[in-house]
């Protein structure tokens, strides 16, 4: 068992999220750097399907009631072990009476920690990611007790590569989406040559930009939307759509990001610059 003795900012219980029903208006959720979270479950030999805790933007503190192994990937939050440095994208012993925190970001936004087993968590609806509304809690709290499967899996002992290089990047792949015919010449050449910037609106649901394109495209019928499509407002916003999206929109779609795309999205904090690149 695992006592949160810090939350942090927002730190939740995330898997890879709950599918199959978007027709009932249940956003898909999960992690929002899908890439970090399966190699942080991989390093320990976990299933990628086991739930972990996601971390946003600041750290948490953590009390082991028992022995356990973890692994640490996503943002360099500069983990520590008893206030010692430990590495991260490697195996972790951890001891009972052992205490986990976090210090100064380095880079990125989102940090992953996986532990051996699994969580043993509330699952809906065949998942046991966090969301308002269909989980007990939405987040993690202060004083939570968090269980831990029972399970030992073969633990893989090689590193897994850095994602730095890749967290830093700002070239964001995507696709054109439904209604990327109808913008404008300019429109098409300003939305791929303009390197955006991520306005303060940004959270589990989507990300907002700061710079605008005017929209000349005629309203549409509420149509489907997933995490990863582009929305351009009757205003000239750019919203992209992220892991806790609704299931439906009315605003035209003009990209489609691909899931390496979210997940690089998902590590971009307010400021950060991002460049749209369109897989032919």
Do not use: W
Not at 32 to 55: F, P, T, V
Not at 236 to 251: E, V
């Amino acid at each position: 068992m695992i006592k949160v003795i810090d939350p942090g900012f927002y730190t939740s219980i995330q898997d890879l999220g709950r599918f199959g029903a978007q027709n009932f208006g249940v956003p898909i959720s999960g992690c929002m750097d899908q890439c970090s979270s399966d190699i942080a479950n991989k390093i320990i030999g976990n299933n990628s399907l086991e739930a972990l805790i996601e971390l946003t933007m600041t750290g948490c503190s953590l009390k082991f009631e028992n022995d356990t192994t973890i692994a640490i990937t996503g943002s360099d939050m500069s983990p520590k072990l008893n206030g010692l440095s430990i590495d991260m994208f490697s195996v972790i012993e951890v001891k009972y009476g052992d205490i986990l925190s976090f210090g100064r970001i380095k880079y990125g936004f989102r940090t992953y920690i996986a532990f051996r087993g699994g969580i043993n968590s509330e699952k809906v609806m065949e998942s046991k990611s966090m969301y308002v509304g269909l989980t007990k809690n939405f987040k993690i709290n202060k004083n939570d007790e968090i269980y831990l499967n029972d399970s030992k899996p073969l633990l893989n002992k090689k590193h897994e590569p850095s994602l730095k290089k890749l967290i830093l990047s700002d070239e964001i792949e995507c696709y054109k989406g439904p209604e990327y015919s109808k913008l404008t010449t300019q429109n098409k050449q300003k939305l791929l040559s303009t390197q955006f910037s991520i306005s303060n609106n940004h959270n589990r649901m989507g990300y907002v930009l700061d710079q605008k394109i005017k929209n000349t495209i005629k309203p549409i019928i509420t149509s489907h939307v997933i995490p990863g499509t582009v929305q351009l407002t009757p205003g000239g916003d750019i919203i992209i759509l992220m892991r806790d999206s609704q299931t439906t929109g009315g605003y035209p779609r003009i990209l489609q990001l691909t899931n390496k795309g979210i997940d690089f999205v998902a590590q971009k904090r307010t400021g950060s610059l991002i460049k749209f690149s369109i897989n032919n």
